[in-house]
């Protein structure tokens, strides 16, 4: 049984820091590409930040960009999510995605999300 486990989230002061985690099991957690991505009322859900399997690679969303890190402990089978000088706009669910795809078949696990609310 595949599960992804966000945690992390609350409610922060704009201008302030939060680290969120997704914790997977049921999975061999090196071998997929996992995302960060965010759902806020009335708008699309936004992909955030994605890193490679290796965590060699990672790309962001233009308006998280030198705000937010991506990493990852494939020992853990971990995923996080550093988001610092955040703002209103950045309050959101925010869910933790890993996906991988051979010739046969997509692979694609959600987590069930953590709320993030940034406000004074």
């Known amino acids: 049984q595949v599960q992804l486990v966000e945690s992390g989230g609350g409610l922060v002061q704009p201008g302030g820091s939060l680290r969120l985690s997704c914790a997977a099991s049921g999975i061999t957690f090196s071998t997929y590409t996992m995302s960060w991505y965010r759902k806020a009322p009335g708008k699309e859900r936004e992909l955030v930040a994605v890193i490679t399997s290796a965590g060699g690679n990672t790309n962001y969303a233009d308006s998280v960009k030198g705000r937010f890190t991506i990493s990852r402990d494939n020992a853990e089978n971990t995923v996080y999510l550093q988001m610092n000088s955040l703002k209103p706009e950045d309050t959101a669910v925010y869910y933790c995605?890993?996906?991988?795809?051979?010739?046969?078949?997509?692979?694609?696990?959600w987590g069930q999300g953590t709320q993030v609310t940034v406000s004074s």
């Open positions: 995605n890993a996906k991988k795809r051979n010739y046969v078949k997509e692979y694609d696990y």
